[in-house]
């Protein structure tokens, strides 16, 4: 059994929402600096998404990725259609606003959704997700 275009399809999701998290990233990095002033390097912008609370809403994005990474490195496994459910399943849960373990992800994310890169990158993967269905 090959696991191909089902790999296919994950992969091609993988960088879209890295291209929609880089835009998000982007704009709460805006909105720090526009309250405390410019960050000074990419480490030090990295030591604020890991630890100000300031960034703490992208964590249930990155962890997505992060899960959506390990499930496509994973020697010697076979991808299936749930996986396909399970990633359709988990980012509908992220957006949904009946899940309130995601309330503090959606309120950045509507703060965030004004932006032209974050707009176009959420088209992008979105249509790559929609495409998984075919």
Known sequence: MTDAPIRTRLDA???ALRHFHSALLDFAKGEYEFLHGPVGSP???YSLVMNNPDF????PLSGLMATLDEVLDAKNKILTEQNLTDIRGALGLLFSESDTRFADFRAGYTRAKGDNRVRETEAKWREVLNSLEA
Not at 56 to 59: D, G, I, K, N, S
């Open 13 to 15: 999701l993988a960088p």
């Open 43 to 45: 480490f030090e912008l």
């Open 56 to 59: 703490q809403w992208l964590r």
